[in-house]
């Protein structure tokens, strides 16, 4: 039996494919081939379908595929305006989320800032990452790109004597214009998961 989310992902593309933009490559972007819109999400590559979502080898997550589905609905030629980056709360109407957002996507990374330094390049080498911006604090920051046209610049601070360790997400300026709050939450929380995923990867390849 189709799942929820799948009912939901699938219900999204018979909106979009209803009324498909003639430039919906150019606003993804993607490369188009026939019906299908091929880019790059969440550090795997990702086709959209009439008939579903495909991540890497042929995967699917369901949350995902409702998050890109949403993306290429709320497409528009717009181009990204990195910075300056945005707290999650400085969205309007984000208030709802915030609780969700802070436990999810920043509160996960805490207990592993360590690896994740350790492993930063590869973290920004898996998500289409860059070093961050000149300006931004932290013991160490780097930014990645989930989506097209949405980045993340992550800020850590390392535990010391008087501060526990921290983690803060922060969106590019213009990331609540391609997506809706509840779905712009979610790329947090499933941008921060693979940070672990690539991070724990790296950490037993170096250990091999």
């Known amino acids: 039996m189709t799942d929820n989310?799948?009912?939901?992902?699938?219900?999204?593309?018979?909106?979009?494919?209803?009324?498909?933009?003639?430039?919906?490559?150019?606003?993804?972007?993607?490369?188009?081939?026939?019906?299908?819109?091929?880019?790059?999400?969440?550090?795997?590559?990702?086709?959209?379908?009439?008939?579903?979502?495909?991540?890497?080898?042929?995967?699917?997550?369901?949350?995902?595929?409702?998050?890109?589905?949403?993306?290429?609905?709320?497409?528009?030629?717009?181009?990204?305006?990195?910075?300056?980056?945005?707290?999650?709360?400085?969205?309007?109407?984000?208030?709802?989320?915030?609780?969700?957002?802070?436990?999810?996507?920043?509160?996960?990374?805490?207990?592993?800032?360590?690896?994740?330094?350790?492993?930063?390049?590869?973290?920004?080498?898996?998500?289409d990452g860059t070093d961050a911006p000149p300006g931004i604090s932290g013991d160490f920051a780097f930014t990645v790109r989930p989506l097209p046209k949405i980045s993340l610049c992550y800020i850590f601070y390392e535990a010391d004597e008087d501060f526990p360790a921290s983690a803060t997400c922060l969106y590019s300026g213009n990331a609540n214009e391609f997506l809706p709050l509840d779905a712009l939450a979610d790329v947090g929380e499933y941008t921060s998961r693979k940070i672990l995923e690539l991070a724990a990867a790296d950490r037993d390849d170096r250990r091999q």
């Open 5 to 127: 989310y799948t009912r939901i992902m699938m219900e999204n593309l018979e909106r979009l494919y209803a009324e498909i933009p003639d430039d919906l490559a150019d606003r993804l972007p993607a490369v188009r081939d026939g019906d299908r819109f091929t880019f790059n999400a969440f550090g795997e590559t990702c086709t959209i379908a009439p008939d579903g979502i495909t991540l890497g080898g042929g995967g699917f997550n369901p949350v995902i595929g409702i998050i890109v589905s949403l993306y290429a609905l709320h497409a528009k030629p717009a181009p990204m305006v990195a910075e300056p980056y945005r707290a999650f709360k400085e969205f309007p109407g984000s208030m709802p989320y915030i609780g969700a957002f802070s436990t999810h996507t920043e509160n996960i990374l805490v207990e592993h800032v360590e690896t994740i330094e350790q492993s930063a390049s590869r973290i920004r080498e898996g998500l």
